[in-house]
Every structure is written in structure tokens, then in C-alpha cells.
């Protein structure tokens, strides 16, 4: 079962072919540059929504198509990129909703009311600069495509707060592995042969690693479905240079995964395992989002201030050294 890239779009079919055939080889080279700048041109189109991302029309944002190689089989959908005019070093930011074929590796085609904010229309094609950002939705989504069904399934993830990389289901309760399932340019993660007729446990991986992972999902079709979580910031903040995480002692923030070990409804506890993404050693802090009120931790001080929990080592794991990873765990009432 396939979904047509709907995008209505200025270019030739024959180039679009071209390019797609070109940039192939690319593809795997744009990964692991989520924290980088980039750079290349900016050029505009007409976008009222149907984008090769399959997200439903925008409101109140603005978006943009990528690259092909920066695209990367749909890993760049839904992620949030800070573009700079480097004529007049005017900013802003879009969320990635489509896909350019025929542009370079480094170029964005911005929608046409993103780039009359940093250059007038007239200008056509300008030099940027961008980099990715981080996304301010409060909790990420699932969406399980028209057609779904035990025995065909398509799931997307919406409003996450960095790229997503990977997503995996299990039978909800099993304790079973996680069933990883493959990508498609138009942005959905299919199963073939379905997922059995549910509930599920998801679990969302995003670029730098991190995981959340919902329990009880139900197979509910057409229906944004609010996970109440979301990824930890590691990507700075538009307008900052850095940011993300509140750690010290690295250039790179620690790298949260999150699982849920025990679920009984009115309460759960969860595993935290916290990595050193540096080649230098890190003293770790991290903060993310929690559905609940914990009432208590092991191997870490943990805080909690409205639905974020702040949580640092103790004596014997506070400093982690490049490329290390230690754990700790909390529970909470909902």
C-alpha cells in the first residue's frame, strides 16, 4: 500500500526524476549532521500543504521542503530549522513539511511566506546558512494512516521535538521485543503485516538516541493520538548559538533513553539511562518530560517542577566519561 507524493510543485517531472537518481548515493552521508550548520541556497515556492511529509495543512507555522540528501527517507519531516540569510543575517525558523528533489545537498525551498521574512521575494535566490533547532510542541503524537488496520498498518510521529529515527512496537504488556518497523519517503512507518489489532507499546528514537515509550496504544485510525511525552532538548534553542540539557563539562548535552519497566494503570516506574555523547568526560544533568508526580528515585537526584523532572548524578556516577553510559530510575503516580 503506497501514498503518492501529493506535493504540488513548479518543477519537471524528468528533472525530479533526475535528481531523485542523483542524490541517492548522498543520502547516507547527510546522517549524523543534526548538529552542525549548513549551508547553501534558499529559494521559495507556492506551499498550501500536502507535502511529501504528509503532514495535514499548517497553521500558524511557517515550512519548508528539504534537500533530498539532507531529507533523508523522511527523517528530516517535523523537525524545526533556523535559516539564515547570510546577505542581511536575517533569521527564521520552519518546520521541514516537504521535500525538494532538484535542490543541491545544503539548500531549502522555504515556503513562499518564510522567506519574505529574511528577503524580499524579488531576490529569488539568496545564500543561507541553517542548522536544526528545537521544536516547541509540548507533546509528541501518533497518527496510524486511512487504510490501517491488524493486518496493514502506517504510523507517523507528529509533534516531536527533534528528528525522529526509528519506531518499534510490541503488544501492549508483553515485555516482548520491540518490533522495529522501515521508513517511507512519504513519511510513515509501516508494517506490511500489521500489528495485531493492538493495544500497543510504541517506542520513538530519536537522532541523538533518546527514547519514550507509550503504553496501552490503541489502534485508533485517523485520530492524532497524544502521547503525553516528549524527547528531552538537545538541539539548541532558535536564536541560540547552543544549547539543550542544562549539562556542563561537554560541548554536547547528555543523551537521555527512556523505558517504562512497570505499568499498572494508576502508576508506573521507569529506567533512565543517561550516555556521554563527548570524546571529553561530562558532568551530567538532564531534564525531560513526565506524565505524573514521581515519588521516588534511585541512583540520581531528581526534582520535579510541573510535568519536567530535573535529575543529576550522585557521588559515585555524576562525571561519565566520553562515550559512557550509567542509569537511573524513578516511579510516579498519574
Not at 524545526?80 to 543575517?89: R, Y
Amino acid at each position: 500500500m503506497q501514498s503518492p507524493d501529493t506535493t504540488e510543485r513548479r518543477h519537471l517531472k524528468t528533472l525530479l526524476i533526475g535528481s531523485l537518481l542523483a542524490a541517492a548515493p548522498l543520502m547516507a552521508a547527510a546522517q549524523g549532521n543534526y548538529q552542525q550548520q549548513h549551508t547553501g541556497q534558499g529559494t521559495f515556492y507556492g506551499y498550501g500543504g500536502g507535502g511529501n511529509c504528509s503532514f495535514p495543512q499548517p497553521t500558524g507555522i511557517l515550512t519548508a521542503a528539504m534537500n533530498t540528501a539532507d531529507y533523508n527517507t523522511a527523517q528530516a519531516c517535523g523537525a524545526c530549522i533556523e535559516v539564515t540569510n547570510l546577505n542581511t543575517q536575517q533569521s527564521t525558523v520552519v518546520r521541514v513539511d516537504d521535500r525538494c528533489p532538484e535542490c543541491a545537498p545544503g539548500d531549502v525551498d522555504l515556503s513562499q511566506e518564510a522567506f519574505a521574512k529574511i528577503s524580499p521575494l524579488g531576490a529569488g535566490r539568496i545564500p543561507i546558512s541553517w542548522k536544526y533547532v528545537s521544536c516547541t510542541p509540548p507533546a509528541a503524537k501518533l497518527y496510524f494512516k486511512e487504510g490501517s488496520s491488524q493486518w496493514w498498518a502506517g504510523v507517523q510521529v507528529r509533534d516531536h521535538r527533534g528528528p525522529v529515527a526509528s519506531l518499534g512496537y510490541r503488544a501492549s504488556g508483553s515485555g516482548g521485543t520491540f518490533t522495529s518497523l522501515g521508513r517511507e519517503m512519504y513519511n510513515y512507518f509501516i508494517a506490511p503485516s500489521g500489528m495485531g489489532a493492538g493495544p500497543y507499546d510504541i517506542q520513538v528514537t530519536d537522532v541523538f538516541g533518546q527514547q519514550i515509550t507509550a503504553t496501552g496504544v490503541a489502534l485508533a485510525v485517523t485520530t492524532e493520538i497524544d502521547l503525553g511525552l516528549q524527547f528531552p532538548q538537545v538541539l539548541p534553542s532558535p536564536g541560540s548559538p547552543s544549547g539543550g540539557g542544562g549539562n556542563t563539562g561537554g560541548a554536547v548535552p547528555a543523551t537521555t533513553a527512556i523505558g517504562v519497566d512497570n505499568d499498572w494503570g494508576q502508576g508506573y516506574c521507569s529506567t533512565v539511562t543517561v550516555t556521554n555523547p563527548n570524546p571529553t568526560p561530562l558532568t551530567w544533568t538532564v531534564s525531560f518530560p513526565v506524565a505524573g508526580t514521581t515519588y521516588t528515585s534511585w541512583n540520581a537526584a531528581v526534582s520535579q517542577s510541573g510535568g519536567t523532572v530535573t535529575a543529576s548524578g550522585v557521588s559515585w556516577n555524576q562525571v561519565l566519561q566520553a562515550g559512557a553510559s550509567t542509569s537511573f530510575g524513578f516511579c510516579a503516580n498519574r
